[in-house]
């Protein structure tokens, strides 16, 4: 079974911030990553899949990198709306396991 | 428009079964994967497995393998999700999600609202 470690487990940044979340995988994944966004009480969003691809829809401002077994996700400049818990998903195996989540609070 | 809608609310005994939907609408139902996520109060989500309808291509979570069934109906564009003797421990969230694209697992890029499962004597 593949583990997902996300560092760090929580930060907190300003309006207009450059954010980076890191996600490890305990095995060779390629880049079967996909990052996600979860506001409190509701579902879920898709940001990037395949490890670095924007979700249609999705601002410009997050973007993700990596392949292999380190990945990151990036937010160019923070924006209130971004404060919600964010989860790297593998697909390489099931199960398709999410890393244990960010929190992320804006100042 | 794409939209998963998840039938609502469910109160349950231990030992009761039950069967949750998600019914689908604004695309072909049976050229994407859709997958069950659970998520515990205060957890991340687990995915417990995915169903391509069109050839009901199941693919279990081992952790949750004999424990729920999934399924599907074309003719009504509805997954389902079932239990057949429920613990406390499945008091949770259920999400069903269309997933990206054929390949199994690809980001879950539409989501249903939930159901709320809470079972309790």
């Known amino acids: 079974e593949i583990q997902m470690t996300q560092s760090p487990t929580s930060l907190s940044a300003s309006v207009g911030d450059r954010v980076s979340i890191t996600c490890q995988a305990s095995q060779d994944i390629s880049d079967y990553l996909n990052w996600y966004r979860q506001k409190v009480g509701k579902a879920p969003e898709l940001l990037i899949y395949e490890a670095s691809k924007l979700e249609s829809g999705v601002p410009s401002r997050f973007g993700g990198s990596g392949s292999g077994t380190e990945f990151i996700l990036t937010i160019s400049s923070l924006q209130p709306e971004d404060a919600a818990t964010y989860y790297c998903?593998?697909?390489?195996?099931?199960?398709?396991?999410f890393g244990q989540g960010t929190k992320l609070e804006i100042k | 428009e794409v939209l998963l809608v998840q039938s609502g609310a469910e109160v349950k005994k231990p030992g009761e079964s039950l069967k949750i939907s998600c019914q689908a609408s604004?695309?072909?139902?049976?050229?994407?994967?859709i997958g069950w996520v659970r998520q515990l109060p205060g957890k991340g989500p687990e995915v417990m497995g995915i169903i391509y309808p069109g050839d009901s291509d199941i693919r279990y979570n081992p952790s949750f393998e004999g424990r729920v069934t999934i399924s599907a109906d074309i003719s009504i564009s509805t997954a389902y999700l079932q239990w057949s003797s429920l613990r406390a421990s499945d008091t949770a969230m259920y999400y069903c999600?269309?997933?990206?694209?054929?390949?199994?697992?690809?980001?879950?890029?539409?989501w249903g609202q939930g159901t709320m499962v809470l079972v309790s004597s």
């Open positions: 604004g695309y072909s139902f049976h050229s994407y994967w």
């Open positions: 998903q593998q697909y390489d195996n099931l199960p398709y396991n």
């Open positions: 999600g269309r997933h990206h694209s054929l390949i199994p697992g690809d980001g879950l890029e539409m």
